[in-house]
């Protein structure tokens, strides 16, 4: 990472090793070359004071399927849009700039350092953009306030966004050691250390099987129970390696499941997930479109079903029949990207 200024004095970052790209895909220079230092040490709990190489998480969420969600979203000129997971604005960046601005648009996230973010990525659009941290659980009340009802275009991309997964802060990653926490809103009242020492064996079973689709969720609540008090992510990973230990595939990490179950029991995803797509089905304008793009199968199954019969039902029709997955390319670019699935619907009547 080396320290620059750009002409205005303005100090920012480069990652030497990193060549960056002036699309959408890329913004981190642009984007960091705006930033006054001040606003980057405000995001980052100042860390870039006591170590400079700490940016290097600067690096923003490249968004997924970013052509395909512009060009089914289709957005023209004066529509408005709601983007109920900003994360740090990739999408809703494209899809402004795909008309030259002439959106309005309700951003909606519940991590506030991810609104924060889009805030100051979206700046130049700022007038046309309403920021809300919230959970899209609230979908329709957020809406209703904002003034978004009956809107063009909905877009939710779920999970979390990769430089959450690097936020030791947030605890949601066993590559770095950090407290059970896994709340992506500091409003959350249950953390990952409720879950993984609170919880009776029934309920910890229960995370794992059915949020964490593991086979050996019995053993692995069984070595958790006996391992307690576990304090930190590393401390998690090693026990459910422990517990996993003949039977883990090699391609990833043993504790990547359960990670994932508690991380979706914490933040309650799934319910709020069918909560937030309801709501935008019905606040959706005739001729709206609904666009959402999943991570894993748990998430896709919701998406589908509830498209599935609204189709049934009438008045709506699938964009997608088939979800769209990235392709090898964008892939090899972004390989967090591997799991997505994008379906989008219209409202007709
Ligand atoms: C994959 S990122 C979105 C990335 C974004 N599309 C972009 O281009 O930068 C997902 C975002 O959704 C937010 N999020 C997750 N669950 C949420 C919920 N229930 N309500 C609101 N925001 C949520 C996360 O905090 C994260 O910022």
Known sequence: MTENKNKNGVLYFLNPNKKFRSDSFGLTARFLDILP???????????????????????????????????????????????????????????????????????????????????????????????????????????????????????????????????????????????????????????????????NRADLERVIREYGEEKEYKKIADFIIRARPIYSTKELADVVTKAKKETFPKKIHPATKVFQAIRIEVNEELSALEEGLKAALEILATGGRLAVISYHSLEDRIVKRLFLTKKREGGFLL???????????????????????????????
């Open 319 to 349: 964009l997608t029949k088939k979800p769209l997955q990235p392709t090898p390319q964008e892939v090899y670019i972004n390989p967090s990207s591997r799991s997505a699935k994008l379906r989008v619907i219209k409202k007709l009547t």
């Open 37 to 199: 230092k001040e606003e980057v040490g405000k995001i980052f709990n100042n860390q870039y004071m006591e170590n400079k190489n700490s940016l290097a998480h600067l690096e923003f969420h490249k968004p997924v399927l970013l052509n395909e969600v512009v060009s089914l979203l289709a957005p023209q000129a004066n529509e408005r849009l709601i983007d109920a997971t900003v994360g740090t604005g990739g999408h809703l960046l494209a899809l402004f700039e795909k008309t030259a601005g002439r959106l309005k648009a309700l951003a909606i996230d519940k991590n506030s350092r991810s609104l924060k973010l889009a805030q100051l990525r979206l700046s130049r659009f700022a007038k046309n953009i309403v920021f809300v941290r919230e959970d899209f659980a609230n979908l329709k009340t957020v809406a209703r306030r904002a003034g978004f009802l009956e809107v063009e275009m909905i877009l939710f991309d779920l999970g979390v966004a990769s430089w959450q997964f690097q936020d030791e802060n947030l605890g949601l990653s066993f590559a770095k050691d950090a407290p059970l926490d896994m709340r992506l809103s500091e409003k959350g009242s249950k953390t990952a250390f409720v879950v993984v020492n609170n919880y």
